[in-house]
């Protein structure tokens, strides 16, 4: 049970380019989302999904893309990397969401991809 | 809108108990929940209160709910130097988000 696998760990992109971060979790959640890490702004989401098929955006979206194609895998895509993207970026999941009487709603986390946009 | 705040710097001496606050401003929410960031790494689910507790305890952790002011606290008995960690207070809201605060950062002294 691998939990949730991010990739790449690290990254330095030049602005302009495009890159996608891949998650998956193999836990069988219906639910995932994207965060964004930076100092002094705690985590703030990016998007997030219910389940395959429905995604919708989160506090900060602009410049983002996913995609929700499979249970297993959801995709941050940045179309045209800035600067102002630099910073590590979380993907986490939960079995559902929003949480109730037979649910947490715990979020699990994947360790982490640094983004570094020149 | 949807707001979790938090202190950003916590120092304790090893040994006493750490006091870390946190206030929101949903009170349709149902979970509230604490998490804690060991360096380089994700956050791991430390403990969370349904919305109708006052009170949850846990070996040395205490979660405190004061839902008239909107405030969640947790305590951390005897410190250790393995608490020193970031902590994150995080609701979850009824439109399926889970809105995080700032975190707080745990410095244990010596």
């Known amino acids: 049970n691998a939990g949730v696998t991010q990739t790449p760990k690290f990254q330095v992109l030049k602005t302009g380019q495009s890159m996608t971060l891949q998650c998956a979790q193999d836990?069988?959640?219906?639910?995932m989302s994207w965060y964004r890490q930076d100092p002094g702004m705690g985590l703030r989401l990016i998007h997030y999904s219910v389940g395959a098929g429905i995604t919708d955006q989160g506090e900060v979206p602009n410049g983002y893309n996913v995609s929700r194609s499979t249970t297993e895998d959801f995709p941050l895509r940045l179309l045209s990397a800035a600067p102002s993207q630099t910073s590590v970026y979380f993907c986490?999941?939960?079995?559902?969401?929003?949480?109730?009487?037979?649910?947490?709603?715990?979020?699990?986390f994947g360790e982490g991809s640094r983004l570094t946009v020149l | 809108g949807e707001d979790v705040e938090q202190s950003l710097f916590l120092s304790v001496r090893e040994g006493d108990s750490s006091v870390i606050n946190c206030t929101y401003t949903?009170?349709?929410?149902?979970?509230l929940y604490w998490y804690k960031q060991e360096p380089g790494a994700g956050l791991q689910l430390l403990t969370y209160i349904f919305s109708n507790m006052d009170m949850k305890q846990d070996q040395r952790l205490t979660v405190l709910l004061n839902k008239k002011d909107k405030h969640l606290s947790l305590r951390i008995a005897d410190t250790q130097t393995g608490d020193s960690a970031i902590y994150f207070c995080?609701?979850?809201?009824?439109?399926?988000?889970?809105?995080f605060g700032k975190g707080t950062r745990l410095h244990i002294l010596p």
């Open positions: 995080a609701e979850s809201y009824w439109d399926d988000k889970i809105i």
């Open positions: 949903d009170s349709s929410s149902t979970y």
């Open positions: 836990m069988n959640h219906e639910y």
């Open positions: 986490a999941s939960s079995y559902s969401i929003p949480a109730g009487y037979q649910n947490t709603g715990e979020l699990f």
